[in-house]
């Protein structure tokens, strides 16, 4: 309890002072470096990143809310424009966004850790072929745990969700380079290769199936 306490006490220093924020990811990213930041750990990351993600929850549903509100109210006054879609057509996607933000919420400490291990795969890979000194399990945690630092933009409406997907690479690459000495090269095509998987994996799936048709 009192370390998930000074990682939310770090958090808020973060989100307050930018500068903490990047001496607590450059440390994470170095750990021979002293500081007196707590360590970035896995379960207080993906608990507070939790926290985060409610919040980005919340502030969507009352954007959305507001939205369908407006609706209303211009439908109600007989606006020829919104007079033209039934309440209830109009009113679907409010409760599509509903129901998958619900879900977004549920699942998403398990999204997190699915991806946080799949990411610790690739980089495991890439750290036992560069002949990395550390042991290679333990590099390629300690650079998914930081990256998930990149959650902390979670707390802007809407646009969090890009500037984390940003941060999140920057700070892959940036692991990369200083924890396993990957060329600039190299650290790029470690970030493409989960895309490079997954569009082999669906051509692979796509032949498989016109075969399957064709055959």
Not at 156 to 169: A, D, E, K, N, T
Request: aromatic share 14%; with cysteine.
């Amino acid at each position: 309890m009192q370390e998930l306490y000074s990682h939310f006490h770090t958090f808020i220093l973060c989100l307050l002072r930018p500068r903490v924020m990047l001496d607590w990811m450059r440390y994470g990213i170095s750990p021979e470096q002293n500081s007196d930041l707590p360590r970035p750990e896995l379960t207080s990351q993906i608990a507070l990143s939790w926290s985060l993600a409610a919040v980005q929850a919340i502030a969507r549903l009352m954007i959305a809310n507001l939205i369908v509100q407006l609706f209303i109210h211009f439908q109600n006054n007989n606006d020829y424009f919104f007079g033209l879609i039934e309440t209830e057509d109009g009113l679907l996607p409010y409760y599509i966004m509903l129901f998958s933000t619900t879900l977004d919420l549920i699942f998403f400490p398990i999204l997190t850790l699915v991806a946080t291990e799949f990411w610790n795969l690739v980089l495991r890979l890439y750290a036992s072929l560069l002949d990395v000194e550390e042991d290679t399990d333990d590099v390629a945690r300690d650079i998914t745990t930081v990256a998930l630092s990149s959650n902390f933009f979670l707390v802007l409406p809407v646009i969090g969700v890009v500037f984390r997907q940003i941060s999140w690479l920057y700070l892959l690459y940036v692991g990369c380079r200083h924890r396993m000495g990957a060329s600039r090269a190299l650290s790029v095509v470690i970030l493409v290769t989960p895309t490079v998987v997954m569009l082999m994996g669906i051509s692979l799936i796509s032949l498989v199936v016109f075969y399957l048709f064709m055959s």
